[in-house]
Structures are given as C-alpha cells and as structure tokens.
C-alpha cells in the first residue's frame, strides 16, 4: 500500500475541499435570457410588480391607479383590467398615490405592496374584499422608501425594500425583510445583493425552495432559513428588473420599462 507523502496528501485535501465548495455554490444551471413581449402600448410602460397566480402572470403599473395587466405564458396574449372594483381595492392596499408596488398570491388572496413604502395588505379575489392592510413606514427618518417587490414561501411574506439614503451603506438601505402574514411584523431582515443607490426598482420570486432576487444586471439565489446569497448571476441584457415570477418550469423577468422576458433555470 502507497504511503502518500503528507504533502501531496494536504494537496489532494485542498482539491477536494475547493471543488466540494464550488459545487455546492455552483446554484442552478440557466438557459437562454429570452426576450418574448413588451406590455401593452395603451399602458404606461412601468412595470413595478410581477407575479404569477398558477395560470397568468400580473403586472402592476407604477403609478397606474391600480390598474394591472395579465400575461397567458402559452400564448404570449395580454389582457388589460377593466374593473373600477378591483383598481379600487389594490389602490386602497397600495398607500401613498395609490401606487402599488410588488405583488403575490397567497392561497386565493392577492397581496400587494405599496410603491412607496407605507402600507401593504391582502384582498380576497372572491369578491374584491380588502382583508387586511398594515400600515406603518420601516423607518420613520427622512428620505423616501420603497416596497419594490414581494414573494410568499409558505409560510412567510418576503419584500424587497429600499431605502433612499445615499449616506448610508446599501447594506442597511436595500434589504430583504421577513413577514409574518398574520399581523405584518418584520421577523428577519437581510441585506439584499446591492445595485444602483438611487433606483429602486428590484425583483423577488420564490421558486418552492429559494428566493431569486434581481438588481441591475445581477440575479441571485437566496436561501430563505439565512438570508445568505447561494448564487449569483450576470446577465447582461438586463437592465432595469422590477419583477421576477416562476411558473413552476421558468424564470420571468420583468423590466420596468415594459419588456418581458423567459429564463430556463
């Protein structure tokens, strides 16, 4: 039998330990970035929330007074909303200038955050009916805020939240906060892969067992037990993400500026 030299032998241990880790932090593979649609011309072209409820996908427009359009994934067809009831119940959940912001659907109830950070709350889609709204900034100081986007794991809500204050590290401005649906308390707070300061828009989704999370040009895993980044991305197309959706076989992403497009993972 070979006796390796003690050496070689720390070598071998140091490959292995490199490669074991690369592994683990490899994340998924991704496909192709593909572009497939843009919203609709008869609306602004600001998309600020993206979700998918099983069948469609939604996008909410910056302020657009509620208003929302729906994507059919097989067929690329959009459907624009036209019901001054349902505008009424997202703008009363969305806050400031009845502007909303994220959104996601959480078992028939649709939750929305509002665009500029002081309230968020569900509806039920049965009749329209707001069911709950917490109300309440994250910081009561100077300089405006932002709910960007907004994911449900389960268990827990999670919303992307920025913070204008450029004299402060984006590690305390560009956070993930962790929601208990129940009574709308933060009961964890991470810092997000930081982006541009002074753009707010981001994107979340959760995947049935991550969080992806997209800024600038960068998308990233997350894992939801720590907050910690599994995994980052480059995707260079991208400029301006506000909303991340998955349908259960893919990545959507939306751009505020209204383009819209698929990602493999």
């Known amino acids: 039998m070979e006796v390796l030299p003690m050496r070689k032998l720390l070598l071998i241990c140091v490959f292995t330990l490199l490669t074991t880790c690369a592994t683990a932090n490899a994340g998924p593979t991704l496909g192709e970035l593909e572009l497939v649609t843009q919203l609709p011309a008869e609306l602004p072209q600001r998309i600020i929330g993206f979700a998918y409820d099983g069948e469609k996908l939604w996008a909410t427009i910056y302020l657009g007074r509620g208003q929302y359009a729906t994507l059919?994934?097989?067929?690329?067809?959009?459907?624009?909303?036209?019901?001054?009831?349902?505008?009424?119940?997202?703008?009363?959940?969305?806050?400031?200038?009845?502007?909303?912001?994220?959104?996601?659907?959480?078992?028939?109830?649709?939750?929305?955050?509002?665009?500029?950070?002081?309230?968020?709350?569900?509806?039920?889609?049965?009749?329209?009916?707001?069911?709950?709204?917490?109300?309440?900034?994250?910081?009561?100081?100077?300089?405006?805020?932002?709910?960007?986007?907004?994911a449900y794991d389960g268990n827990n809500l999670w919303i992307a939240w920025h913070w204008f204050r450029y004299d402060l590290p984006t590690s305390e401005t560009q956070l993930l906060l962790k929601i208990d649906p129940e009574n709308g308390k933060v009961v964890g707070k991470y810092p997000l892969?930081?982006?541009?300061?002074?753009?707010?828009?981001?994107?979340?989704?959760?995947?049935?067992?991550?969080?992806?999370?997209?800024?600038?040009?960068?998308?990233?895993t997350i894992d939801p037990a720590t907050g910690r980044v599994t995994a980052i991305y480059t995707l260079n197309d991208l400029k301006r993400p506000s909303g991340l959706a998955w349908d259960g076989h893919a990545l959507w992403i939306a751009e505020f500026d209204g383009k819209i497009w698929r990602l493999q993972v």
Not at 208 to 213: A, K, N, V
Request: with cysteine.
């Open 72 to 150: 059919d994934p097989s067929t690329l067809k959009w459907t624009l909303s036209d019901e001054k009831k349902q505008h009424e119940a997202i703008m009363k959940v969305s806050g400031s200038f009845a502007s909303p912001g994220g959104l996601c659907f959480v078992n028939g109830k649709l939750w929305v955050v509002g665009a500029y950070g002081d309230s968020f709350g569900s509806i039920d889609m049965s009749d329209w009916k707001v069911e709950h709204i917490f109300k309440g900034k994250q910081r009561e100081s100077f300089g405006s805020q932002m709910y960007t986007s907004m």
């Open 193 to 220: 892969p930081s982006g541009t300061s002074n753009d707010g828009t981001h994107a979340l989704t959760w995947d049935g067992s991550r969080l992806w999370h997209a800024k600038d040009n960068k998308l990233s």
